[in-house]
């Protein structure tokens, strides 16, 4: 991958009201024009993200949106929107008028920052007018750092630049698997060829795997499913770890030796951008489920519905199966998240490869705060064809809680 993909990079939101200049801000951040940009208010209308290189930090997403003042109902739908940008935003810069003391809309606007624990920055654009001193004063009072720039003249941008590369989130670094194995370790990598596979390509869960693997000097084997028990019987010795994919799981299980560590690229993906303790512990609403019960299965990427579709077709399958009830299973796509959670009694979601760390976090904020389980598709596949709790030995606090939730 020459590229690093977007769910690989901190997403900075350019927020404010209409007409205060994010578009203006945003194109100076990017030197170029790519933003519309109008006297007009509200001309920006859906967000428009561009990635880029922020240096020294490195690759980051820049978001501009709508005005969160925006008016009539296509108006409230475009707020609606910012929001979503800003619930999943790593970072945030707040754009204010020169000229104008906080309105409400941005009073709330930082008070739900600080909620989010999203860290922003004010800047003041518009400043070759003159600063409105009350503006200052409100700022200091609510204790916000701001910075003043002009985008006509292209004051104070640098600085800025340097000023946010200072405040970016430096996010923990969690491995996907390179605190599973070390130099020399042999990894054997399972990777289905099926109708659901790319055609020419690996997926994205498979290719960072494969990279992080490499980068600790391991050795990496990578055998389809059907090829994995011949694969095993050529090596000269066990490898450290095998990982599957998910919908392999039972014939791999099977093939794998009990004395081999074995886990899956969900459930790598689970404690990369998710929180494994928190879908293992989801397993225990699985056997609560009850008739007529609703299950939401969260998908973030978007695909043509293939004839076997794991989201759509196998996993309702598997779970009316394996609860032996009729339940209403409903199916989200995308970004778009449903707000009524309270309506669902668990969720499955997706492994998130195509979305940030950020953003798979906030969906499960928001399960908890619903006090909905959730769970990721890895884990609930390996639980419902019998490979849990092996395919979560490898990791500590999942089996922690395996047996916590298994004595209940």
């Not at 070390?182 to 990894?187: E, I, L, R, T």
């Not at 707000?339 to 950020?358: A, P, Q, S, V, W």
Request: aromatic residues 6%.
């Amino acid at each position: 991958m020459s590229k690093v993909t977007q769910s690989e990079r901190l997403h900075i939101s350019f927020v404010g009201r209409r007409n205060v200049g994010k578009s203006s801000l945003m194109n100076k951040f990017i030197g170029q024009e790519l933003v519309i940009v109008s006297d007009v208010p509200g001309t920006t209308t859906d967000p428009v993200k561009k990635s880029m290189e922020l240096l020294p930090f490195g690759p980051v997403v820049l978001i501009d949106t709508a005005g969160i003042d925006d008016v009539g109902e296509l108006g409230e739908k475009r707020i609606s929107k910012t929001i979503k940008v800003l619930t999943e935003s790593d970072f945030s810069i707040v754009v204010l008028d020169s000229q104008s003391e906080l309105s409400e809309k941005e009073k709330n606007l930082f008070a739900e920052l600080k909620n989010l624990e999203i860290p922003f920055i004010a800047v003041i654009n518009k400043s070759e007018l003159g600063i409105n001193y009350n503006l200052v004063e409100q700022l200091n009072s609510l204790k916000i750092q701001f910075h003043n720039v002009s985008c006509l003249f292209n004051d104070g941008i640098y600085e800025l630049k340097e000023k946010i590369i200072k405040l970016l989130p430096n996010d923990e670094n969690i491995p996907l698997i390179s605190d599973l194995i070390k130099q020399h370790d042999v990894v054997v990598l399972v990777v289905p060829i099926d109708l659901g596979a790319p055609k020419g390509r690996l997926i994205l869960p498979q290719v960072q795997t494969i990279r992080e693997s490499l980068d600790v000097d391991s050795i990496v084997v990578v055998a389809k499913d059907k090829e994995l028990r011949s694969a095993l019987s050529k090596l000269n010795e066990k490898p450290k770890l095998v990982v599957t994919d998910s919908q392999a799981i039972m014939r791999v299980n099977a093939d794998v030796p009990d004395d081999i560590s074995l886990t899956t690229f969900s459930i790598l993906m689970a404690r990369y951008k998710g929180d494994l303790v928190e879908y293992v512990k989801g397993l225990k609403r699985i056997e609560e489920l009850q008739n007529g019960d609703k299950v939401l299965i969260a998908e973030a990427c978007t695909h043509h519905e293939q004839e076997d579709d794991i989201g759509k077709i196998k996993i309702p399958r598997w779970l009316r199966l394996h609860t032996k009830k009729d339940l209403e299973i409903t199916h989200a796509q995308g970004y778009d998240y449903p707000e009524n959670l309270k309506d669902y009694k668990l969720i499955i979601h997706c492994g998130g490869c195509m979305l940030t760390r950020k953003m798979v976090q906030q969906r499960i904020k928001q399960a908890k705060f619903s006090n909905v389980p959730i769970v990721n598709y890895g884990v609930a596949i390996s639980y419902m064809h019998g490979a849990i709790p092996r395919a979560i030995k490898p990791f500590p606090e999942a089996i922690n809680e395996w047996n916590n939730i298994s004595k209940i």
